[in-house]
């Protein structure tokens, strides 16, 4: 059986690697898109405190916890997974009540998340915060570093017979794969050339302002933006209308005639990739890869800045998570590292590190860690995240030979590794480890 896996982020890894285990030949087109997700994200797997009224979303990213412990094991290789616990930290007594009967709601079927007790002084736990802060300490809340874990996977697969090709995949209105291989981006994170889905020119250089009807102000976007009621998810914001989905610049034409190398009604549209199984875990870019389907995945990106700083000659590794009511995440790593983030961001494909963002991801992450004032900021890095507008994850068939598997939004490095294993599940045929109904496409 011959699969190819468009994508080679967290999911794509992920499915790489659980096919190859079982002696499938496997191909991943690796588009290196600037502002992938997987490279961008802090890596925080502490589910039970979000999606209070979607079940859905929850159980998905619940499972995708549960999941991680037997991967560190199988890999056998650092990944940066570490359960380190997460404060969610408050000003005010009152406002951590509806987290803590969330979680009292949630034990007796999640006891992975551990003991939740009151820490009355969340500083003596990790030194930077303010010192009028209130929190709640959730033990098993864990941190991974997302890069380590999609490298580690497809070492794994490419260690198992997979090959790793780079280049831009595109489909056929029959579903077939072509790959136009590139290692160059244009300014939106595009390989240049043939953008997903189109047989358009290259583009020319996007010069726009970040601009959009539903974009983010400074200021009030973050994951610790409270949500509007009590019920609503700790570390999210409020949800945000449903938003169209960001099309790529260009005409989609699905080029006619020869598509077997090289020119076809549109130019060179590429080579094509044999294969009797395709998994599109292309992220963000997913609608355009699957468009010549004739099919429409509402499917856009959500921008996220976030920065990296250093505390010299201070040990981070094995500090809590601090998740705010109110601000932003902070995550500590090795290697004296803190995370701090991230904005949340609809601005099209504009994989790009703004003034505006890092103003605001310093002025709240100060807020709420003061102590930070002195650290060396050593990286900013911007990602993606992939939103499926009807609201959950999108995960399932297209046809009888395309799967898709995409819309992790905040929650990729998560479920990541679990999702890839049910669209692994997919495309041998196999029933999912869980009910894919819920994030099954719209009308397909």
Same mark, same amino acid.
């Given at each position: 059986?011959?699969?190819?896996?468009?994508?080679?982020?967290?999911?794509?890894?992920?499915?790489?690697?659980?096919?190859?285990?079982?002696?499938?030949?496997?191909?991943?087109?690796?588009?290196?898109?600037?502002?992938?997700?997987?490279?961008?994200?802090?890596?925080?797997?502490?589910?039970?405190?979000?999606?209070?009224?979607?079940?859905?979303?929850?159980?998905?990213?619940?499972?995708?916890?549960?999941?991680?412990?037997?991967?560190?094991?199988?890999?056998?290789?650092?990944?940066?997974?570490?359960?380190?616990?997460?404060?969610?930290?408050?000003?005010?007594?009152?406002?951590?009540?509806?987290?803590?009967?969330?979680?009292?709601?949630?034990?007796?079927?999640?006891?992975?998340?551990?003991?939740?007790?009151?820490?009355?002084?969340?500083?003596?736990?990790?030194?930077?915060?303010?010192?009028?802060?209130?929190?709640?300490?959730?033990?098993?809340?864990?941190?991974?570093?997302?890069?380590?874990?999609?490298?580690?996977?497809?070492?794994?697969?490419?260690?198992?017979?997979?090959? %790793?090709?780079?280049?831009?995949?595109?489909?056929?209105?029959?579903?077939?794969?072509?790959?136009?291989?590139?290692?160059?981006?244009?300014?939106?994170?595009?390989?240049?050339?043939?953008?997903?889905?189109?047989?358009?020119?290259?583009?020319?250089?996007?010069?726009?302002?970040?601009?959009?009807?539903?974009?983010?102000?400074?200021?009030?976007?973050?994951?610790?933006?409270?949500?509007?009621?009590?019920?609503?998810?700790?570390?999210?914001?409020?949800?945000?209308?449903?938003?169209?989905?960001?099309?790529?610049?260009?005409?989609?034409?699905?080029?006619?005639?020869?598509?077997?190398?090289?020119?076809?009604?549109? =130019?060179?549209?590429?080579?094509?990739?044999?294969?009797?199984?395709?998994?599109?875990?292309?992220?963000? /870019?997913?609608?355009? %890869?699957?468009?010549?389907?004739?099919?429409?995945?509402? %499917?856009?990106?959500?921008?996220?800045?976030?920065?990296?700083?250093?505390?010299?000659?201070?040990?981070?590794?094995? /500090?809590?998570?601090?998740?705010?009511?109110?601000?932003?995440?902070?995550?500590?790593?090795?290697?004296?590292?803190?995370?701090?983030?991230?904005?949340?961001?609809?601005?099209?494909?504009?994989?790009?590190?703004?003034?505006? =963002?890092?103003?605001?991801?310093?002025?709240?992450?100060?807020?709420?860690?003061?102590?930070?004032?002195?650290?060396?900021?050593?990286?900013?890095?911007?990602?993606?995240?992939?939103?499926?507008?009807?609201?959950?994850?999108?995960?399932?068939?297209?046809?009888?030979?395309?799967?898709?598997?995409?819309?992790?939004?905040?929650?990729?490095?998560?479920?990541?590794?679990?999702?890839?294993?049910?669209?692994?599940?997919?495309?041998?045929?196999?029933?999912?480890?869980?009910?894919?109904?819920?994030?099954?496409?719209?009308?397909?």
């Amino acid at each position: 059986m011959r699969v190819a896996v468009i994508g080679s982020g967290i999911v794509g890894a992920a499915a790489a690697y659980h096919l190859s285990g079982r002696g499938v030949s496997v191909t991943v087109v690796d588009g290196a898109y600037q502002g992938e997700a997987t490279q961008a994200g802090a890596g925080i797997v502490c589910p039970w405190v979000d999606h209070p009224d979607d079940d859905d979303w929850y159980r998905l990213t619940r499972e995708g916890a549960r999941h991680y412990p037997a991967l560190v094991e199988a890999l056998g290789e650092d990944i940066g997974y570490a359960r380190v616990g997460a404060l969610l930290v408050a000003e005010e007594p009152a406002d951590l009540e509806p987290v803590r009967a969330l979680l009292a709601r949630r034990r007796a079927g999640a006891p992975e998340m551990g003991e939740v007790t009151d820490v009355p002084s969340p500083s003596a736990l990790f030194p930077p915060l303010a010192e009028d802060l209130v929190a709640l300490h959730v033990a098993g809340a864990a941190r991974v570093d997302g890069r380590a874990v999609r490298d580690a996977l497809l070492h794994a697969a490419v260690a198992r017979g997979a090959e %790793v090709r780079p280049g831009t995949a595109m489909l056929t209105p029959a579903g077939q794969v072509l790959v136009r291989e590139t290692r160059d981006a244009d300014s939106r994170g595009r390989p240049l050339g043939r953008h997903p889905g189109t047989t358009a020119p290259d583009a020319a250089p996007d010069t726009a302002p970040d601009t959009a009807p539903d974009a983010a102000a400074p200021g009030t976007a973050g994951p610790g933006t409270p949500a509007s009621g009590a019920a609503g998810s700790w570390r999210q914001g409020a949800p945000r209308p449903q938003a169209p989905a960001a099309p790529l610049e260009g005409t989609l034409e699905v080029a006619q005639g020869n598509t077997a190398g090289g020119t076809g009604g549109g =130019g060179d549209v590429g080579v094509v990739l044999e294969a009797d199984v395709v998994i599109v875990a292309a992220g963000a /870019w997913a609608g355009e %890869v699957c468009r010549p389907l004739g099919v429409e995945l509402p %499917v856009f990106p959500r921008r996220g800045q976030i920065l990296h700083a250093a505390l010299d000659g201070v040990d981070t590794a094995w /500090w809590p998570i601090v998740l705010p009511r109110s601000g932003p995440y902070l995550v500590g790593f090795p290697g004296s590292r803190v995370v701090v983030g991230a904005t949340v961001e609809d601005v099209g494909f504009a994989p790009r590190v703004t003034m505006g =963002g890092l103003d605001e991801v310093l002025q709240a992450g100060l807020r709420v860690a003061p102590g930070l004032f002195g650290a060396t900021v050593t990286e900013a890095r911007v990602g993606l995240r992939p939103v499926y507008a009807p609201g959950p994850p999108l995960i399932g068939r297209l046809t009888d030979r395309v799967v898709v598997a995409t819309g992790l939004s905040a929650y990729g490095l998560t479920a990541g590794p679990f999702t890839g294993r049910i669209a692994a599940a997919l495309a041998l045929g196999e029933e999912p480890p869980i009910d894919i109904t819920p994030y099954g496409p719209a009308g397909v």
